[in-house]
Each structure stands twice: as structure tokens, then as C-alpha cells.
């Protein structure tokens, strides 16, 4: 058998994590390189040095397609979004050329804006990568999960809107440096404490006030020390749910969900507490869509 030599290099740079991907002619991902080194770790701009180490001695000739926070005003070079509804082409359009000190040329991708009826702005940087490899020329309403979770409604394969839930930051916010925190004693699961949290958080309407549930129930005895985290994680995952139900009206078919185990798992058992059907999308969305924009692109075959 044949083993066919590198195409590209795929770079999915988030806030708080880095991924790279050797990625062979055929689609197929030969090595893999992954570290804690998001964006907001990096300091002093110095985005050259941290990509050189993870990425050493992978062929300095191959194309880099690289998406995510990396390429927005905190990243590494600042790419101007594509206004939706955007799809491939769109993205392919919009890359922007980069050649490091190294001699490396890298396409960065850019993210997409939407401005929502009442005028405010939103924006994804990645996800619009992930969609493209999950739905090809498709439709769905998406959701995918992070420390910024996005709820997206995609049509014949173009992101025509979306809404951005900060349901990650703000759990590590209230658990880290918050009094609710004061009481928990372990880590976030999907047990007991997560099912009466995502309840409470689909029948609340109070959100500000439903949060200091998280330590009231532990102050009584209700929930335990052990289960407080998983209780606010559900709370805020209902209460995400809630909001992006009534912009987003998933249907008989329900959404696709992309995003690693991790952060999966307990969303999808939420979702089956709401009553909303879901299926996960590739694990590889995000190396599927950075080949199929280079290709657009012209910069890979």
C-alpha cells in the first residue's frame, strides 16, 4: 500500500488550547500535536516561537490552514470576519497569507459576523471551520461547546445566524471567584446534582437570581459539597438552553453537536432532559473544513 506524503499542516488555535494536525493527501491526519498554549497563554505576542516548538520537525514547505482565536485581535494576525450568511466560499475568499521568520506560509481563516435584529453584533472564530468540514453543502441547526458555546443555524451549507452563550466562562467565573464556589468540594459530573440543575435552569426565568440556589441548596443540606459544581453546571446549561431554544426552534430533527467528550457528554444529557434530539458531528469537523477552504482556496490540490 501506498502511504501518501503530507498535503498541509491544519491549525486549530483557541483561546485556551493549541492543536495541529499533519494531514496526508487523502485527508488522513498523520500526527497530531497538542498542548494547554491558547492564545491567552501566550505572552508578548510571542505566537511564532510556541507554533515552532509544537510543530518541529514537520516539513517547513507544507501550507499552513490555520482557524480559531489565532487569528483574531488578541492572535496572531488579525483576519477581518466574513459577513453571514457565509459559507465556503465565503471563508475560502477571505483568507488571509502569512509567512513566518521561519520561511513557513500559513493561510489564516477568518471568523464570521452576524448582526442580530436588535442591531448587536456577534462573531465566531473556528467554528464556522468545524461547520463547513461537519456539513459539507447541508443544513442543520448547530451547537457547538467551549468556553464561548455557539448556537448556529445553518443553511445549504451557509452560516446564516447565530448566538453566542459565555455557559463555560461564566461557570468557571462563579466556581473559581465567587462565593458560590465557597461550598463545593468537587468537580463538575452528570449526576444527580447536574439533572436537578439543568431542571431548575429550564423552568427558571431569574437566572441572577436562580444562581445563588448553588448556595443555598448547599448551606441546607440539600444538594452536597460534592455535587454543587455539577448543580451549577446543569443550572447554566439549562438556562443556555432555554435562551437559544426560543431564537432557534429546533425541530423534529433537533441539532448537531460538535465539540470534544468532555464538554459533550453532559451537554447531550441536557439536551435530553430539555427533550431536544441531537447527534454529534465528525470529531474531525475542524480538519475536514480547513482541507475543503485550502482546496477552495486553491492552496491545496
Request: aromatic share 8%; net charge neutral; proline share 4%.
Amino acid at each position: 500500500m501506498t502511504i501518501m506524503s503530507p498535503a498541509f499542516i491544519a491549525l486549530d488555535w483557541g483561546t485556551t488550547s493549541f492543536r495541529a494536525y499533519l494531514v496526508g493527501a487523502d485527508g488522513a491526519v498523520r500526527d497530531t500535536r497538542a498542548s494547554a498554549d491558547g492564545i491567552l497563554s501566550v505572552t508578548d505576542g510571542a505566537f511564532e516561537p510556541v507554533f515552532e516548538r509544537q510543530v518541529a520537525g514537520w516539513d517547513v514547505g507544507l501550507p499552513v490552514l490555520a482557524s480559531g482565536m489565532i487569528t483574531s485581535r488578541q492572535g496572531w494576525r488579525e483576519v477581518p470576519y466574513a459577513v453571514a450568511p457565509a459559507g465556503l466560499a465565503e471563508l475560502a475568499a477571505g483568507v488571509t497569507r502569512f509567512v513566518t521568520g521561519g520561511g513557513r506560509t500559513i493561510l489564516f481563516v477568518p471568523g464570521v459576523s452576524y448582526r442580530a435584529e436588535n442591531g448587536v453584533p456577534d462573531v465566531i472564530r473556528g467554528e464556522e471551520t468545524q461547520i463547513v468540514g461537519a456539513l459539507g453543502a447541508g443544513g442543520a441547526v448547530v451547537v457547538t461547546r467551549g468556553t464561548h458555546c455557539k448556537w448556529l443555524a445553518v443553511e445549504a451549507g451557509r452560516i446564516t445566524r447565530f448566538a453566542t452563550f459565555m455557559t463555560g466562562e461564566m461557570f468557571a467565573v462563579l466556581k473559581g471567584h465567587s462565593i458560590l464556589g465557597r461550598l463545593m468540594t468537587g468537580e463538575a459530573a452528570t449526576g444527580p446534582g447536574f439533572a436537578r440543575g439543568v431542571e431548575a435552569g429550564l423552568a427558571g426565568r431569574a437566572l441572577l437570581h436562580d444562581l445563588f440556589s448553588a448556595r443555598t441548596l448547599g448551606l441546607f443540606g440539600d444538594v452536597a459539597g460534592h455535587d454543587l459544581a455539577s448543580y451549577l453546571s446543569g443550572l447554566l446549561i439549562g438556562a443556555e438552553i432555554v435562551g437559544a431554544r426560543e431564537r432557534f426552534l429546533p425541530g423534529a430533527d433537533g441539532v448537531t453537536m460538535i465539540g470534544g467528550a468532555a464538554l459533550a457528554e453532559p451537554f447531550g444529557k441536557a439536551l435530553d432532559i430539555a427533550g431536544i434530539a441531537w447527534r454529534s458531528g465528525p470529531a474531525d469537523a475542524a480538519v475536514r473544513g480547513l482541507a475543503m477552504i485550502g482546496r477552495q482556496a486553491g492552496v491545496i490540490a
